[in-house]
């Protein structure tokens, strides 16, 4: 049994799960298909708090949800795929997929085009470019800038806090371009340049010039990006 807000608006045929979730204002563009078991617009943690603290009788908690959140917006030819939660105040772009048990926070933008795969957590307050691709399980923290055509690979992590726990968050900003490899790890604050390369398994811990290839644990220089392009198109040239 799923819930439809009487705010949410559908700008165009769509298609909706009878399990789908739709809090707040949510806003969904034509032809965008919502999964089975997809939550959008779950309130942020501050509005449960309001809810708990006015607690009275009880009362259905999907109208109480509904009052509390503002909703989001989703663009068209959208495919959110079964239980992806999505938090109020986020943005999904036009021609966006996200796998299974993908978690977005609130205010987070997903520009035109990119793709998040399943189980991967995007922790709120994030912006996500056009063309972006996110393998599975990847862990993104707020203040995190990814901006165009950027491919970030399976359990990808980045993070926020030099010296957990403390009270200063540092985003991680990653240029257009640039590839994450597998089970890489970026520390709070730092840069990928644009077009660099972090190869798979590298914990980096300082800024990563544009068009360099690091690697290893802390990550150091080991190639450009034009050596690493004439790689790949060997390598692609081999039958299998």
Do not use: C, W
Not at 149 to 155: D, I, K, R, S, T
């Amino acid at each position: 049994m799923g819930y439809v807000s009487p705010r949410a608006k559908f700008l165009g045929k769509i298609i909706l799960s009878d399990s789908a979730i739709v809090y707040g204002s949510t806003v969904i563009g034509r032809n965008s298909i919502i999964g089975d078991y997809v939550v959008l617009g779950f309130p942020r943690r501050r509005g449960l708090k309001s809810l708990r603290d006015a607690f009275s009788v009880m009362k259905n908690v999907y109208e109480q949800y509904d009052s509390i959140s503002s909703g989001v917006v989703i663009g068209e030819n959208v495919v959110i795929r079964p239980f992806t939660v999505v938090y109020e105040g986020s943005h999904i772009g036009d021609n966006v997929e996200t796998g299974h048990f993908v978690l977005i926070r609130e205010e987070v933008e997903v520009g035109e085009g990119s793709l998040i795969g399943t189980n991967t957590i995007v922790d709120g307050y994030a912006r996500i470019g056009r063309n972006v691709r996110i393998e599975s399980g990847v862990y993104i923290p707020p203040k995190t800038i990814i901006e165009d055509n950027v491919f970030l690979g399976p359990h990808a992590t980045i993070t926020n806090d030099k010296y957990p726990v403390s009270k200063r968050l540092v985003g991680v900003t990653i240029r257009r371009g640039a590839v994450i490899g597998a089970n890489s790890t970026l520390i709070a604050g730092v840069e990928i340049g644009e077009e660099a390369v972090v190869a798979a398994g590298s914990v980096v811990t300082r800024n990563v010039p544009p068009r360099t290839v690091v690697a290893g644990v802390p990550a150091k220089p080991i190639a450009s990006r034009k050596e690493y392009d004439e790689k790949k198109k060997a390598y692609e040239r081999i039958e299998s």
